[in-house]
């Protein structure tokens, strides 16, 4: 017997016979034996067609919408029967994923089939480009919580970072007439907000839980008291920025569904998936990403090693919040104008994908697009006079945040010194 094997018995003698893995496999067996039925019984015989364009027209994977909430259902049941019976570790996330993707495209055979003639149809195109643009601000602020935990702070104040990021992009670049100049100012505006968060959390030792609330709380404040003074009696001259248009990619954007969706998107999209990739490698392949572990781990052993906790700490929550910043700035220079509140809880749905993601970067972005695909659901489901009431379509991004990270995620552990003042000796 292998030593995989032996650990796998080991635990489950400890744990007793209904593990976590045993658990989680019970719900989606069962999950997936409510949606073979249920949905199947609310399909109609109409084909569900998952269009390769923008449109209803173009190629098309279409399916049986009864027959296909039933044996995705049934798809999603078997993932979870492998896990109720006990498989080894190593599959556990991929026979999850089975299960979750089984009952969404079951549940997905139903309402597209059951939609009204003419709209029965869900383009692939759109909503991957739609969960990519909801997901954007997600993976800044994750991003930005990853870089703070790693480092030994917790950062709550993720939401307030974006929202003034959005605002001081908003007004700078208004009043300057340069998107540019506008994300610098992003950049700054969040970085003001961790700034604060630095100084009272490291220097003066202060609850970073509570501090990071209380920059929520000035950041909704301070922007909202300027956005009613300035902003809203004249929007022309302070709430006009200019706007980052899509940067085609050559060849790449006419990839079928993947290429108009990632290949012709904006600056914020781009650098949202260069900063994934680039503080990936810089937390695990360099000397930096060595001295941030450590710093967040144990810092005390750091410091005889001759690291300077305190200024890596001060260095790394500043550039968290300009990437919070920037991210702030992918509402107001790239979709909308600035409005009181306007990131309206997204703050917390990142330090939410910075847990389910296990604070490493590329599980962020995975769990942030998980967010962006559930709220994008949400809107094509209006769109297509879905029968589910409106109030519950808009708190799907929220219930897959509760879900993910309550009953997904098990036993995580953050970095040992997260939310750990150092006291220097």
Not at 67 to 93: D, H, N, P, Q
Not at 368 to 395: H, R
Request: hydrophobic share 55%; proline share 4%.
């Amino acid at each position: 017997m292998s030593t995989m094997a032996v650990e796998d018995v080991a635990v489950a003698v400890r744990q007793g016979f209904w593990t976590r893995d045993r658990k989680v496999g019970a719900g989606a067996l069962l999950l997936g034996l409510v949606a073979a039925v249920l949905f199947g019984a609310l399909a109609t015989g109409t084909d569900a067609r998952f269009t390769l364009s923008e449109d209803a027209g173009g190629a098309a994977l279409a399916i049986n919408g009864t027959l296909g909430a039933v044996i995705f259902g049934l798809v999603a049941a078997a993932a979870g029967a492998g896990l109720l019976a006990g498989t080894s570790k190593r599959w556990f996330v991929p026979l999850l994923g089975v299960a979750v993707v089984g009952v969404v495209l079951s549940f997905l055979c139903w309402q597209v089939s059951a939609a009204p003639a003419g709209q029965n149809f869900m383009p692939l195109v759109n909503i991957v480009r739609g969960t990519f643009i909801l997901a954007l601000p997600l993976i800044f602020g994750a991003l930005a919580g990853v870089l703070c935990e790693r480092s030994g702070v917790v950062n709550v104040a993720i939401e307030g970072q974006l929202l003034m990021g959005a605002f001081a992009g908003a007004l700078v670049g208004t009043l300057a007439g340069s998107a540019w100049i506008g994300l610098i100012a992003a950049a700054l505006g969040g970085a003001l907000i961790s700034l604060l968060l630095a100084i009272f959390t490291i220097r003066y030792l202060v609850d970073q839980v509570v501090m990071g609330i209380v920059l929520n709380l000035l950041a909704l404040g301070l922007t909202g008291f300027l956005y009613e003074r300035l902003m809203q009696p004249n929007a022309a001259r302070y709430n006009q920025p200019p706007r980052f248009e899509a940067w085609p990619i050559p060849f790449l954007s006419d990839i079928p569904v993947l290429g108009p969706a990632l290949f012709r998107g904006n600056i914020f999209l781009y650098l949202a998936l260069f900063l994934v990739l680039v503080i990936h490698v810089g937390l695990f392949r360099t000397r930096w990403g060595l001295r941030t572990r450590s710093v967040g781990e144990h810092p005390t052993a750091a410091d005889t090693l001759g690291v300077k906790v305190l200024a890596l700490r001060y260095r790394n929550v500043l550039l968290a919040g300009m990437v919070a910043g920037v991210g702030g700035a992918s509402y107001t220079l790239a979709l909308y104008t600035f409005s009181k509140n306007m990131i309206g809880g997204k703050g917390f749905i990142a330090l939410a994908a910075l847990i389910f993601g296990r604070w490493s970067p590329t599980g962020a972005l995975l769990a942030a697009l998980f967010f962006g695909f559930a709220d994008q659901l949400g809107t094509y489901l209006s769109a297509i006079n879905s029968s589910i009431p409106s109030e519950f379509l808009a708190m799907l991004p929220y219930l897959a945040t509760l879900l993910a990270v309550a009953g997904l995620v098990g036993k995580v552990r953050a970095p040992a010194a997260d939310g750990k003042p150092y006291i220097k000796g």
